[in-house]
């Protein structure tokens, strides 16, 4: 814990942008930094993943049964806990 702090602070702002991300509604450069940082932040890449993931989900919601159960109650309670912290 130490040349890394910031990260901490810009996790949350990354993890916004994955979103504008996911909708290529950023810039190249953007998405270059939001990779890069993907790619240097362990806990971002796990979230990016799990959003990917969830997304997948959802565009084959008629055939979630590819999913496997650990990975379902995964992005569930991952995304349960967003709609928590967002809750409009
Ligand atoms: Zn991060």
Do not use: K, N, W
Not at 31 to 57: G, S, T
Not at 83 to 88: F, N, P, Q, R
Request: with cysteine.
């Amino acid at each position: 814990m130490s040349e890394h702090r910031h990260d901490l602070h810009d996790c949350s702002s990354v993890i916004e942008q994955v979103y504008a991300f996911h909708d290529h509604e950023l810039s190249a450069e953007e998405a270059d930094e939001i990779r890069e940082h993907l790619m240097a932040c362990e806990p971002c890449l796990d979230r990016f993943q799990v959003e990917e993931a969830m997304r997948m989900l959802i565009r084959r919601c008629c055939r979630e049964d590819l999913a496997p159960e650990g990975l379902r109650v995964r992005i569930q309670a991952s995304f349960t806990e967003q709609v928590e912290v967002e809750s409009d």
